[in-house]
């Protein structure tokens, strides 16, 4: 699913559970307090990621957390990584073709009582409030939506972006009998300024998609 999400130079592996994946030391370090689920998430998106950069050509890579929650990949090459029961996700490429890029999963389940306050803002809580019912969880694929949009902001800008720095906008969307999938915007509202070399940075375009109760969205800047 999500590779047909994404440009091409890209690369994408998933997986719907667990795999039993070797970590480097300087990996298994960093999650060595963590709780086995934890462990094992962890380890499994190394793995998706590790197989991903072997299509590039990028053999044995250590896949160490960075600053910002993001991961230090290699040398010219963008990457990000998503987990959420049930899906394991990790998409990479090289940085010549594609600037930045975001991913992220979400059970396609209401959000939580009061939490859409706290990852919102007025305007799109508006907008929520306005739709008619149609089985679609639009409050967790706004939640979905800005996680990307942080995962791609973080790396080119070497700053947070909290929920209420960007408002997303739904544009359009398809459906079958059994999954949906559209587009979104991220308009970001705080100083858009980077450190790649790059423009500043206004908006991103993203895809989303609902199937076998997940969804999953994707940012790719090129």
């Not at 209401?110 to 859409?116: A, N, Q, R």
């Not at 906008?169 to 070399?197: H, K, P, Q």
């Amino acid at each position: 699913m999500l590779q047909s999400m994404l440009p091409r130079g890209l690369v994408a592996r998933e997986a719907h559970g667990d795999v039993d994946a070797q970590l480097h030391p300087r990996e298994a370090a960093q999650i060595a307090r963590a709780v086995p689920k934890r462990q094992a998430e962890y380890a499994t998106v190394r793995h998706l990621a590790r197989e991903a950069l072997g299509e590039l050509g990028i053999d044995d890579a250590v896949l160490v957390k960075g600053e910002g929650g993001g991961v230090d990949w290699p040398r010219n090459v963008v990457g990000a990584l998503t987990h959420c029961d049930g899906y394991r996700g990790a998409v990479v490429g090289y940085r010549m073709g594609v600037r930045t890029v975001g991913i992220d999963a979400e059970p396609h389940l209401p959000l939580p009582d009061k939490v859409l306050p706290t990852v919102s803002v007025e305007s799109e809580r508006e907008v929520l409030a306005a739709r008619d019912a149609d089985g679609l969880h639009w409050d967790r694929l706004l939640f979905c939506a800005k996680e990307a949009t942080y995962k791609a902001w973080n790396p080119i800008t070497g700053r947070w972006l909290g929920f209420e720095d960007a408002e997303i906008t739904f544009g359009l969307e398809s459906r079958t009998d059994d999954s949906a999938e559209g587009t979104f915007r991220s308009r970001i509202l705080i100083d858009g300024r980077t450190t790649d070399g790059g423009p500043p940075v206004a908006s991103f375009d993203g895809r989303w998609r609902i199937t076998d109760g997940l969804i999953v969205t994707s940012i790719a800047e090129v």
